[in-house]
């Protein structure tokens, strides 16, 4: 008997621990805001409160996104650049300028045509990941890379300015002096969990995510939901990018931060490629390429000075030295 009335109060205790874990971010969340008050005053201040969701509001709009493939045990890679491109577009075709020089149209149209390009990326990724078998992780990689060589393409690599006000108004402006990209987030929020919690398709998410054979064995078309998941993704890709427009006051390449850049060598002073390095013998040392010999810095130590006045001018640049040996005097 008193060995019931234990095991009853540890599994009274254990599900009151289970309970409490499924409320951990909650909680972690409150300990933050705690923390930073106790640390500075004007921390739970109403201004500073309204300027924290401004600046999380992007991110916030693409992570609501990814929650759908995240909850169907998929995962999303490509939502920054799907952004990005979706921005691009929106921006080029309500201006007329770029890839769609002379070709301006309406400002809802170009929001719509930006919009349907991000979702065309999630079906896209959706469709070979639901069809072929192929891991969401890949398929949402190459997707990744063909959103951001497209944006390059549309935008020329250059950034559009001169905006309509209609079109930064969706995330530039205020409503009732409360910053109208906020009011998207929140409205984004609201709307996903409303379609999670309450609708059959949040269910049929719920349910492949928790076990994707128990969920055929009930009928539900896995594909299809898992096609929908990747759309959505790519739909609040797009509207980031949308309201990324209003935030910025312009449409940037570099909007999504692409990671292709990450591994490129660049110049420190120039930005540009840093090229004549070649790798030579087993000890992995580099060496100047002949065309393109490293500067020397004087004797003095100051750096070498053309003729023209262009540092790093030499006139004996690239022209084979002569080999000597050690202990030879040289003839004069």
Known sequence: MARTAVDVGAAREQVTLKQISQYGPIIGLVGLYVAFTLLNDRFLTVGNQVNVLQQ????GIMAI?????ILCAEIDLSIAQVMEVGGLT???LAVGARLFEGFAIPVPAAILVG???????GAVSGFVTARFGVP???TTLAMLFLADGFGLIVSGNRPIIGLPASLTAIGGSRVLGFPSIVIVFLALLVASQLLLSYTKFGLYIYAIGGDRQAAERMGINVPLVRLGTLIISGLFAGIAGLVTLGRLGSAVPTMGGTPVAAHRRRHPRRGQPVRGLRQHGRHARWRAHPRHPPERPEPDGRRPVGPAGRPGHRP???RPRERRRPGLIPDN
């Open 56 to 59: 999380v509001s992007i991110i």
């Open 65 to 69: 996104g990814v929650t759908f493939p």
């Open 136 to 138: 969401s992780f890949m």
């Open 316 to 318: 004996d640049a690239g």
């Open 90 to 92: 929106i921006a080029t």
């Open 115 to 121: 919009l349907l390009l991000g979702a065309t990326f």
